[in-house]
């Protein structure tokens, strides 16, 4: 028989070995995030039994971490108070370029078509959201305001193919860490629901026929094998795998430059109990990183600058696709350039770890202290500073309003250094699912009885240099709801 | 029961439900390229029974498409006779950088310390090689030559860790192709020792216990399902997936804007078939691709400019690496300049489709041709003259022998454009495997039963940047004899 240490993720306990069943229900869902959060809700209200198994002895997960920020648009009561017209076609065509090369597009047109809608189920949990809107750049508000610019809506590529809107929707929550408040809301309904929820429960393994099916898992509790039922389906909501960092290795090896993983558990077994039967994984090698080097926004007049003095990317763009650019240049080493005007230390900066590489009377005199060939920084800065004079930025597309040549003495360089700045990082990928949160093998056929959501799949946000915040909490609850819906309906007795 | 069209390569067949076993044997092999006829043979040479499944009507499989070219050192007869003293331990560091983030340090070191015994074990089978080394940089000889410089051995930043020298060798074959060569010389060994060869048999699915061992596979020939029961091991070398388009955008999609894929078969079946038991399967966004844009050497002189005008890298490196440079490039053009004295047309340029996209008699009128930011190339290059006239290039290290100024003209720009040139590519990603050629789960425990080797493994080549010719052969001619001999002593009865 099974015991509790022979079990693995990596390998399904065949359904006739199962000796009993300890838990009986129609749904259950694995870890307590948002994903888990909404995908029970819906289930339970849809009419099913749901259990809930966390590892730890508390709600929140990785979700309770974030900003509880959520890319919601299309015209939420919101964005149209801060007198901005999205719609879903806008917010579509911004999603589906954010996917990257392997981007899903039936999965974009569901979330922007149902993202309006989304908004208010929110609100009617009880989020809270103020009428308010910040327009200057931040990464997070530190009041209790709204509505921010959290991607790269208004830069090039993305501002030529889709109409930018502010869309990063902040809770009514003063100070960082509104993602807790977000949880602790959505937890309470939860429990509300009447979803049986089981603490301290790790899911060791699938439960699976020789068929593939999948029929329940097996939990560890209080040091033994627990055996629970999912007549309808199980829904693997338990995170990334950013914190297994043997896995990071294997499949994202590029991400342990960033020192700063932003995770709980997140040791990839929901992706591994996928897998064990025969699920696809998808862009694993994906991962979001950044390192806040905004606010203040008039940074994003600054130039970044690689080991070769060479410019790389549209400064006003989101800052994690600045970061992603910044771990690709060759020599390791990037600076921000601002002069005087430019300058300023914001909030973050200390957390940032971003210092003064060096300073300078002259662009000159940067370039020396920096050691760079003499004649790269300073073309560069001189071609730069040509064209901003004129309101332009053939090179990279920096838009207009963020152009001014850096002439104004003393200059500086921040250092950007990836083995000593803040670069924080999770992972993108993840099981392969359809919009309903089936999971599917290669050949994108459902596994029956198994659910994925949250960063235990593959999602919107599966491409690092297309990531904007909210987006990962947008798709969790989303896509979330709508595992808990399609194996509710499932279960119909 | 199982008919042939109801299984599929992501769900093992359970042990238990097997009829009747068709072909019984110690080993059963998978396809038929070089991977494969290495493992046979050095199975049923340590007295394996062993059966081979090859899914078309004859051997050669991808390696048959390939030069023959086979990644050699550590002082090879011919590295000698051409006045190299190579070491294993350069090999090994030159290896051990070629893996990139994710490299294998084990398997390097087994290569490294057995390239030696590996040549000539390979000539012991047949595979003749002239004594001969080609000093001009080339793709592949189309002579009979052996010996010549494969990969980024003596640029940066390979030089500055490795000792240098060439190692690529190539079968005394006249013409494109030797990888023919090589594997009728192989397969003639492989009928010879005894090997059970069945063509037209499809692996469909493997069998497997509840435990999660491997029992064998099951094979459509005729149409119908065959069982065929292997003892000691299963060894699945049937490629990589760059011919599975789907697979390809799941996992590697950014292959996809090279419109020439290289392989035969290639489906995916092989590393798929490793998922279905609790494989783990690493790497799998990562891919070869290149154009073949030199010969001739002298263009080597020449330097790639973006389009912002930047240079991106040192133009001496392996034509792969600069590729993979080519394709992360921001606005998707790129360029090779070059000047009277060292632009030539090789014999690899019609099939490269690298057309000259702007000539002029000074750079400013090929700058202005191509549409470029006035001043961005012109500062490029001359940045770039300015330095090579002293024998330096402090932004991208390319060697002193391939420095001059481009200053002769008339001027001309060489069209690299991704979409209509030739990038060829294959896959690099694959099921994980330890140096004995056992596959492994994501905790790197061997999945008993199973093996696999060539490109449905992830094996030494598994990193674009660092892939040089030869290091796909190399790896799947000697791992695949490592597996071989291990699945046979496995065997013994």
């Given at each position: 028989?099974?015991?509790a240490?022979?079990?693995?993720?990596d390998?399904?306990?065949?359904?006739?070995?199962?000796?009993?069943?300890?838990?009986?229900?129609?749904?259950?869902?694995v870890?307590?995030?948002?994903?888990?959060?909404?995908?029970?809700?819906?289930?339970?209200?849809?009419?099913?039994?749901?259990?809930?198994?966390?590892?730890?002895?508390?709600?929140?997960?990785?979700?309770a971490?974030?900003?509880?920020?959520?890319?919601?648009?299309?015209?939420?009561?919101?964005?149209r108070?801060?007198?901005?017209?999205?719609?879903?076609?806008?917010?579509y065509r911004?999603?589906?370029m954010?996917?990257?090369?392997?981007?899903?597009?039936?999965?974009?047109?569901?979330?922007a078509?149902?993202?309006?809608?989304?908004?208010?189920w929110?609100?009617?949990?009880?989020?809270?959201?103020?009428?308010?809107?910040?327009?200057?750049?931040?990464?997070?508000?530190?009041?209790?305001?709204?509505?921010?610019?959290?991607?790269?809506?208004?830069?090039?590529?993305?501002?030529?193919q889709?109409?930018?809107?502010?869309?990063?929707h902040?809770?009514?929550?003063?100070?960082?860490?509104?993602?807790?408040?977000?949880?602790?809301?959505?937890?309470?309904?939860?429990?509300?629901?009447?979803?049986?929820?089981?603490?301290?429960a790790?899911?060791?393994?699938?439960?699976?026929?020789?068929?593939?099916?999948?029929?329940?898992?097996?939990?560890?509790?209080?040091g033994?094998?627990?055996?629970a039922?999912a007549?309808?389906?199980?829904?693997?909501?338990?995170?990334?795998?950013?914190?297994?960092?043997?896995?990071?290795?294997?499949?994202?090896?590029?991400?342990?430059?960033?020192?700063?993983?932003?995770?709980?558990?997140?040791?990839?077994?929901g992706i591994?109990?996928?897998?064990?039967?025969?699920?696809?994984?998808?862009?694993m090698?994906?991962?979001?990183?950044?390192?806040?080097?905004?606010?203040?926004?008039?940074?994003?007049?600054?130039?970044?600058?690689?080991?070769?003095?060479?410019?790389?990317i549209?400064?006003?763009?989101?800052?994690?696709?600045?970061?992603h650019?910044?771990?690709?240049?060759t020599?390791?080493?990037?600076?921000?350039?601002?002069d005087?005007?430019?300058?300023?230390?914001g909030?973050?900066?200390?957390?940032?770890r971003?210092?003064?590489?060096?300073?300078g009377?002259?662009?000159?005199?940067?370039?020396?202290?920096?050691?760079?060939?003499?004649?790269?920084?300073?073309?560069?800065?001189?071609?730069?500073?040509?064209?901003?004079?004129?309101?332009?930025?053939p090179?990279f597309h920096?838009?207009?309003?963020?152009?001014k040549?850096l002439?104004?003495?003393?200059?500086?360089?921040?250092?950007?250094?990836?083995?000593?700045?803040?670069?924080?990082?999770?992972?993108?990928?993840g099981?392969?699912t359809l919009?309903?949160?089936?999971?599917?093998d290669?050949?994108?056929?459902?596994?029956?009885?198994?659910?994925?959501?949250?960063?235990?799949?593959?999602?919107?946000?599966?491409?690092?240099?297309?990531?904007?915040?909210?987006?990962?909490?947008?798709d969790?609850?989303?896509?979330?709801?709508?595992?808990?819906?399609?194996?509710?309906?499932?279960?119909?007795?």
């Amino acid at each position: 028989m099974s015991t509790a240490t022979n079990l693995s993720a990596d390998h399904p306990v065949p359904l006739e070995s199962v000796p009993r069943w300890d838990f009986e229900s129609d749904v259950v869902v694995v870890a307590f995030g948002a994903a888990v959060a909404c995908s029970a809700l819906e289930a339970a209200r849809a009419g099913a039994r749901v259990t809930l198994f966390e590892v730890t002895s508390g709600h929140g997960g990785t979700s309770a971490l974030s900003g509880g920020e959520i890319y919601l648009g299309g015209g939420t009561p919101i964005q149209r108070a801060a007198g901005f017209t999205d719609s879903a076609e806008a917010l579509y065509r911004y999603l589906a370029m954010a996917g990257g090369p392997n981007t899903d597009l039936e999965r974009a047109r569901a979330y922007a078509d149902g993202s309006l809608a989304h908004y208010d189920w929110l609100v009617a949990q009880g989020v809270e959201y103020k009428n308010s809107y910040i327009a200057e750049r931040c990464i997070e508000p530190s009041t209790d305001d709204c509505l921010i610019w959290s991607g790269s809506e208004e830069a090039w590529p993305f501002v030529e193919q889709a109409e930018p809107a502010p869309r990063g929707h902040c809770p009514k929550f003063a100070g960082m860490g509104g993602g807790r408040y977000v949880m602790d809301v959505l937890a309470k309904r939860v429990v509300e629901a009447g979803v049986r929820v089981q603490f301290d429960a790790r899911a060791l393994a699938l439960i699976a026929d020789a068929a593939g099916r999948v029929h329940g898992v097996v939990v560890r509790i209080d040091g033994e094998p627990r055996y629970a039922r999912a007549t309808a389906g199980v829904i693997l909501c338990a995170g990334g795998f950013v914190m297994n960092r043997d896995m990071v290795r294997r499949h994202a090896a590029w991400l342990l430059r960033s020192q700063f993983p932003i995770g709980t558990v997140d040791d990839g077994s929901g992706i591994r109990l996928g897998l064990s039967v025969g699920a696809a994984a998808i862009n694993m090698n994906e991962g979001f990183t950044t390192v806040p080097w905004y606010p203040p926004g008039s940074l994003v007049k600054g130039i970044f600058v690689n080991a070769q003095g060479q410019r790389f990317i549209n400064e006003d763009c989101y800052h994690g696709r600045v970061s992603h650019y910044i771990l690709r240049q060759t020599g390791d080493r990037v600076w921000l350039l601002a002069d005087r005007a430019t300058y300023a230390v914001g909030e973050m900066h200390e957390l940032a770890r971003m210092e003064i590489g060096a300073a300078g009377e002259t662009w000159d005199e940067v370039e020396s202290e920096l050691k760079l060939a003499k004649g790269s920084l300073t073309a560069t800065v001189a071609l730069y500073n040509r064209y901003a004079a004129e309101g332009s930025d053939p090179l990279f597309h920096k838009a207009p309003k963020w152009l001014k040549p850096l002439d104004e003495p003393p200059f500086v360089a921040l250092d950007c250094r990836v083995d000593y700045c803040f670069y924080s990082s999770f992972t993108l990928g993840g099981l392969d699912t359809l919009p309903t949160g089936q999971v599917v093998d290669e050949d994108r056929r459902p596994i029956a009885g198994l659910y994925a959501a949250g960063r235990t799949a593959c999602g919107l946000p599966r491409w690092g240099e297309g990531y904007s915040s909210g987006m990962s909490l947008a798709d969790a609850t989303f896509f979330g709801r709508r595992a808990g819906l399609h194996a509710a309906s499932r279960g119909a007795r």
